[in-house]
């Protein structure tokens, strides 16, 4: 687990205190009192943007939009075949889109204020 921080508590994608002070500073928000988020986070995987119990689900929607009840069933398929389509889902995901420059933020974010000690030069 590592430590993500937000100025918004929407986007957690700075990695340090000092990227929050430079962002706060830019955005002339740097001043005591000045609100930001810490949270634990950890870097998003291959299983976190797919899943393929709902590639199936869309296979099986999609195929009985165009025949009807008769595919109700489709796809079945063994617990091995879904294990080896995770496998090549994940490897092609790490490998062509892969997501580990997002944050995933683990439990709830803390608000922290900006203290009259990280106003001083070099205290961050």
Request: glycine share 4%; proline share 3%.
């Amino acid at each position: 687990m590592e430590l993500c921080y937000s100025v918004n508590e929407e986007e957690f994608n700075l990695t340090s205190v000092g990227d929050v002070f430079d962002t706060l500073e830019d955005e002339g928000r740097m001043e005591e009192g000045a609100v930001y988020y810490e949270a634990d986070c950890r870097r998003m995987q291959a299983s976190d943007v797919v899943s393929v119990e709902q590639l199936l689900e869309d296979m099986g929607e999609r195929l009985y939009e165009e025949v009807g009840e008769i595919a109700d069933d489709y796809p079945a398929v063994t617990p091995e075949a879904k294990a080896e389509l995770k496998e090549f889902l994940h490897a092609w995901v790490e490998k062509h889109a892969d997501p580990s420059q997002y944050w995933l933020v683990v439990g709830k974010h803390r608000e922290k204020l900006v203290t009259a000690d990280d106003l001083t030069p070099n205290s961050n």
